[in-house]
Structures are given as structure tokens and as C-alpha cells.
């Protein structure tokens, strides 16, 4: 059975996007690792097999650009097939679902610089073209980026725009007779393009019709800068490319001239969600370097192992891990999901399918983007604490893994921008009836004037305080976003701090509902149960005093005097601190994680 | 050419292992399979035979249906069918499985080769090929360096490392050779072969099915002992800290 048949076999259940925060916990079905086709774990061990194999002993030469070894190993894992995931079968690919494609993310960022060329360009190179090109584009370019005999790029970023990509000063101008344009402008910090042949380029048409082109390397007037002195991921080709008079046959426009955004912003969702997985991937690989080292290296008599504040580390590291496989593996999940339903009800190549599918889940993505690039930057860093001194020295992959980690909180759109964007999305979607955000508000909002918290009726007896704890922190969610709309309405856009609070708590609640639905999807009896439990009740700990610190500080903002005293006292109700032994609970997952010398599930 | 392959599924060797309660097995729950690296040897042999000579090549492989994970690796590897003898784990020891490997070379017919790893890294016995040849009557060469084919004569050139050298056996065929890990690199599964695998065909055969009627073991395993404790290792600064280490510490020198 295929994953994706296998997908909509199990009852998985559509969900709209955003509706985590108003589902009860654990009352539809997630997709979680333990949810893996024997395929998929197939493809996952080739994967591993070949950054074990091919990649990871050559990384000194990869880091330090040995000419043409990384498009040699882009060849390589093409011949491997492992470039050709995303790629319909009619093309030469495989077709398979996103699910698969974040495994094999998941799998190769332990070697960052070659997953970011691979990313660069199975994803934001190569899915324009996939989603968004006509049969005569796909036939040209697709058949050779699958095998990787063509490498792809993405050049969306100019010296004068990042965040504010659509502000791009690149010009388009379509010639007198029609049958081409010409693209004058320049781009910087474009991934691959030290070797890229194709370029999906935007620009705007007579200066502002945002537009993708699509750019084949020897172009005249094409020209592609040195290559840039990085902090991290040192090994991936990062240049700028300068386009003087670049004749673009109008049959290389992709997708529609002026509907660039929407080639932009799909995209990035896709890029998000898979740079999110491959985050929690290179911190299971923080991890197991930690454990090893912390296993070999004694102090004062003892392994470092032994130390309390060092196991409590590993702890640490292993219950952010434990949540963000929960929320990455769910999201893409919902994805597929999605994406197959939308296939059942109109079959066909429909392109919009794949869009809907994407843009349903912006909320999960930049969730997901934000998540797992932070939670590697700490678990690289403390994974380079364990180490001491020798953490800082460049012989230990530490030292590298934790510059490489530096990238991801940075690129495809940065933490800030979709901060705001998540939050904003969901006020959005809240307005226009698309999630029922107003009335969720509502209903806490009475109960709390009524002098109570909303009642939940759990799901099953597993970890009930827990499910208890999720619940509470929704409404603490759902009290601060209708206490900011009432005090801001439309103009809350402006109060980026606010937005910024409510997505650190949507981050979390997102996060400890996920953990928590996973563990109760796993067999009570089963091996990673009591793993799997300890992992939740910490996380949700943690999330729930992170989480109403910020609604605290939202409701400051929002109110003053009497009106201020009010909220909190009815948010009192929910706030409820629960007596637990936090470091017995993370001494058993550090446990977990000495005996396995890393991530143990 | 038809050639079988003997196909074991491993508890990966690179796994922490822990034993369970009563010492006599290794504790199964949640540790990750492999198959065994010599088989992959003597696979990728069959497959490079071949790719030379045409023909088939069929995985042979004893063990309940949770090892069909591990037979479609050889599968997706190249090879072209499979057949899985459906016993478990604790039923078996060299000499059955040796006896049971017998009788599906003689279900299969018109086979020219079996080929197996030179043993299994999980129990380090080295002797399945060999009772197996024993009891087919056919030639042996084991630990093969290097194998070669002559279809025509009917013959294959076997090299073998032994010890301070090598030797070159011809042996006629049929013929039981073992592989060694220098034979060849096995190749990766390839992702569009994993999506094939899936539909290769895996015969399932049971102990009646091949008539053996004779299950009881020649060797009970009595009791499995963990190595010492390894003491912490030490990251020294310096050349001279390590020579005062080997000389005063660990006295090496
Ligand atoms: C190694 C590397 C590889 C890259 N690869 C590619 C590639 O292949 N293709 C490509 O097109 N681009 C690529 N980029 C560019 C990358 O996407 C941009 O760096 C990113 O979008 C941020 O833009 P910027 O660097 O101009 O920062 P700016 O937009 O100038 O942002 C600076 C700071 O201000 C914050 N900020 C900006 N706007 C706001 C706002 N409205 N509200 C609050 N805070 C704000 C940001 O979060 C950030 O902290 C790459 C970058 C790097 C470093």
C-alpha cells in the first residue's frame, strides 16, 4: 500500500487549518511517527544510509567547497531517487506525499549544508515548477531536475528587499513584438546558485506586476556573483546574480504575470513545514552528540553522564524534540491529508488542489518553522555545553551543527515575519467566519464571567490532568486574543508585541496538544508509552507557564484599573499550577536518553 | 542463472542492546532490524552474477511475517522474488536452519548457486552455509574475496582469503559459497526500486510444506553474559598528556 492510499485509509480526519485550537485534544486522529508506513521507513533508512555513507565523512571537504564535490552529490542522491519524491510520476518522479519528503528532510540536516542545497532545490526550486508550470515547462524541466542532471534555484531576495519580498526593484519589460521579456535587476543570497542551471526568478512586469520567471543559467546578460563568506551551512553555494538585458522567452513565464505572490507564498508554506522537520531532525542529531560525548568524557571521577544538571539537559532536549516531531509529523499529516481529500472530490491534474491544501495549513507551517528552528538553536546549544571547551573547538561536529542551526530561524521567511503571520492569519480567518475563533471567545469569556472555567469532558482517562492543562491553556489563549480585539480591533496589526505573544502562545498550545494527542494515540502498554507520557507532562508544564506569563502580559497591555483586576481574577480560574516533581519526571526521559545514547524512540 | 540468497534480518549492530530478564536472548522491544551486512554481500554478488549472466535471483529467508520489512530491502535492492520460511526466531539453530535452506533449494529446482553471508553478526555462528552444503551434497567455498562465473563450464572461480594469502578454488555447479565483507560494497536500494519492491512477489512456505518433520534443536543457548562496564573514556590535551596517561594510567607503554 501506498503512504497516500494508506493515508486516507486511516481515519485521519480532514480538519480545517487552525482548528487545533478548538478541537478538544485528542478528539480527531493525528498523523505521528508511530503512523510510518514500512515504505516510508524503507525510504527514511535509505536516506539515513546515504548521509552516513556518502555524505557525512566527506564534510570537511563539503564545508570547505571542494570544487564540484556538492553538485556531485547532488548527482549522486538523485541517482538514489532522492530527488524525485515531489515530482508527479508522468515527469520522471515519484510522486509521493509531503509526509515522505519531510522524513527524508528529517533524515539528511544532520549534514546541514547538503540539506540545503538538496531543500533548495527538490523545494523552492523545483515545486514552482510542479505547482504552477504548464505541461510544455514540466515536460522541458522536470524529467532532468528529478534525476538532479539539472540543479534548481530560487530568486526571490534583492539587496533591498528580504522580508518585504514583493517590494523587488527587478524589472520585467515584455519586447515590442511579443515573445519575450527582459529582466534587468540583480539577486542576492540565492542558494545553488554557484552551480544552479535552472532559476525561478521573480520580477515585476512593467514595474509592478510581481511575476516568476523561469531562467536557464546560460542566458546572455545572466550572470552569477562570487560566493558569500557565511557563518554557517558554509559547505552550500550562496551567491548573488546580477541580470543586465535578460531575453526570457514569454513561454518561461510561470504561472500567471502579476500572480507572482501567490508562486511566492505557497511555496514558502511548503519550505516552512519541511525546514521545521528538518530542524527537529538535526536536533535529534544535538542530541546524539551530546549523549555520546557525555557518555565518554569524564570529570571529577564520573562520566558527565551522571551529572543532574547535565542529564537534565539531555532531558531538556529530548522532551522539545519529543513535541516537535508531535506538531511536525501532524502538520504534514494535515497536509496530505488535505491535498488527497481535495484529489477524491475533483481528480485530475488541478493544480489548485495542492494550493488549497498549502495555504489551509499557514497557521501549522509557520508554527512548525518557528518551533522547530528554535528548538534546535537551544538543543545545538546546550548540545555544545555538554561538550565544554571541546564544543568550541571546530574538530567536533558540535561546533559546526550549532552554526548551521543559526540559518534556519533566519530564512524562508524569518521568525518575526511569521510570527506575525500566524498570528495575524488566524485573527483573519477569526473575522471572516473562516475558523470559529468569536464564538470560542464568547463561550470562555461567559464562563469566566460566570465564575467558572469551561468544563471538558476528556478524551478516555489516559493523562487526564494533562488533557486538563491543554484545555485550560486554549481558553487562556482564546481570553487574551478577545481581550486584545476588543481593545484593538482592526488596528491590532500595529501591535506587533501583542501578535507577537499570541503566536508564542499558539506555538505552544499547538505544540502541547500535539504532544498530548500523540501519546494518546500510542498503546498504554506499548514500549515508548511511559517515554511518551513523561515528554508530555513536561512539556505541557513548561508550555503552560510560558504560556500564561504571556497572556498576562497581553491582558496589561490590553487593560488597565478595575477592568484589569477583573481579567485577571477571572483568568485565575484557568491558571492552575500543579504540584509535579519536574526533575523526576525529566530524570526518567534523560534516562530514556543515556540508555540509547540519543533520541531513544 | 538461478541463484538463492540467503537473507537474514539482524538486530542492527550499531544498536545499544539490552538481554532480557532470564540471559538467554537479547531484549526485542523497540530495537531497530537490519539485515545481517554479510547477506547484503552475498546479495549484491548474486545480483552482479546477474547482471553478467541473466537469470534470477531469489531471497530465501526464515522468520515470522514482521521480517517482510527486511526482505523487501533485498527486494528493493534488486533481487527478484523472495520466499519466506514462516518459523520463529527461538524455534531455530544452525543445523535446522541449514536443513530448512536444503529444502527450498530442492522446491526451487534447476538452482545454480545459493550464496550466503559467511554468518550472521547476531549469533557469529559461520556454519549455515556449510551444513547446508553438507546436506545438499554439493560443493563449498567459503569466505569468498572474489567470485567468478563460467557459465559454459559450468564452473566458478572462487578466491579466498586465508590466512597470509589467498587461495582459488574452481568448484563445479550447483555449488554453496559464503560471502565475506570484501567481496563487494553492497549497492543502495534505490527509492523507485523501493516503490517496486512492494510488489515483487514474497512465496510464504511453512515446515510442512517443505516436509520437515524432524524441529528439535541440536543447541540450546544457556545463558548470554553483557561485556564489562566500559569506564569512562578521557579527551586528553596533548600529545605529552596522552604518553603520561599510557605510561602512568594504563601502563601500555
Ligand atoms: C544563507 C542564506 C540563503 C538564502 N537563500 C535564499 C534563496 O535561495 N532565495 C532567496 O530568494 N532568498 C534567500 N535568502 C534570503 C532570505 O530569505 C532573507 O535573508 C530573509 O527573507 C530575510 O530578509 P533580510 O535578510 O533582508 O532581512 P530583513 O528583511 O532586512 O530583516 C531584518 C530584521 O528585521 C525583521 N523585520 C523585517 N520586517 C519586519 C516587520 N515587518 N516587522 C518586524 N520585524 C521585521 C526581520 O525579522 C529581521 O530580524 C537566503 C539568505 C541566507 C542568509
Known sequence: MSSREAMLQKDFVVREGGSFLFDRAGEHRIFTPEDLTDEQRHIRNAARQFADRSVLPRIDAIEGKEPGLMRALLEEAGELGLLMLDIPEKYGGLEQDKTTTMLVTETLTRCASFAVSLGAHVGIGSLPLVYFGTVAQKERYLPRLATGEWIAAYALTEPGSGSDALAAKTRAELADDGTHYVLNGSKQWITNAGFADLFVVFAQVAGEHFTAFLVERDTPGFEVGPEEHKHGIKGSSTCPLVLTDVAVPAANVLGEVGKGHRIAFNILNVGRARLGTGSIGAAKYALRLAAGYAAERAQFGRTLDQFGLIRAKLGDMAVRIFAGDALGYRTAGLIDKKYAALEALSPGPDDDDFQNAVEEFTIEASILKVYGSEALDTASDEALQIHGGYGYMAEYAIERVCRDARINRIFEGTNEINRLLLAGTLLKRGMKQRVPLMKAMQAVGKALAGGAAPALDPAGDRLVPEQEQVHRMKCAALYATQQAVSRWMLQIEDQQEVLGALADVLIDVYGADSALARTLQLPADGPAAAFAADATTLFIEGARDRVFTRVKQVLCAALSGDKRDRAFAELALLDHWRPIDVFAVRERVAAAVVAAGGWPL | ?253
Open chain 2, 1 to 253: 542463472m538461478k541463484i538463492l540468497v540467503a537473507f537474514k534480518r539482524v538486530i542492527d549492530p550499531d544498536a545499544r542492546i539490552k538481554l532480557t530478564a532470564d540471559k538467554t536472548a537479547v531484549d526485542t522491544e523497540s530495537v531497530e532490524y537490519k539485515a545481517n551486512p554479510f547477506c547484503e554481500n552475498a546479495l549484491e554478488e548474486a545480483l552482479r552474477l546477474k547482471e553478467e549472466h541473466d537469470g534470477e535471483v531469489v531471497l530465501v529467508s526464515l522468520g515470522g511475517e514482521d521480517i517482510t520489512q527486511t526482505i523487501r530491502a533485498g527486494l528493493a535492492m534488486g533481487a527478484d522474488r523472495a520466499v519466506r520460511v514462516e518459523i520463529e526466531d527461538k524455534a531455530l539453530d544452525s543445523d535446522l536452519a541449514a536443513r530448512i535452506f536444503a529444502a527450498v533449494y530442492k522446491e526451487e529446482e534447476d538452482v545454480d548457486l545459493f550464496i550466503f553471508g559467511k554468518q550472521a553478526v547476531d549469533g557469529d555462528n559461520n556454519q549455515v552455509g556449510q551444513l547446508t552444503a553438507q546436506y545438499l551434497g554439493l560443493p563449498q567455498a567459503c569466505f569468498a574475496s572474489e567470485v567468478e562465473v563460467d557459465e559454459d563450464a559450468g564452473e566458478a572461480t572462487v578466491t579466498r582469503e586465508v590466512d597470509g594469502g589467498l587461495e582459488t578454488l574452481a568448484v563445479k555447479l550447483p555449488a554453496v559459497i559464503t560471502a565475506d565483507l570484501r567481496l563487494n560494497t553492497p549497492r543502495y536500494a534505490k527509492l523507485p526500486d523501493i516503490m517496486k519492491a512492494r510488489k515483487k512477489e514474497i512465496e510464504e512456505l511453512d515446515l510442512d510444506d517443505l516436509e520437515i518433520e524432524d524441529t528439535a534443536l541440536k543447541i540450546e543457548v544457556v545463558s548470554l553474559e553483557e561485556p564489562p562496564k566500559r569506564k569512562g573514556g578521557e579527551i586528553v590535551g596533548s600529545v605529552d598528556a596522552l604518553v603520561e596517561k599510557l605510561k602512568n594510567e594504563a601502563r601500555a607503554l
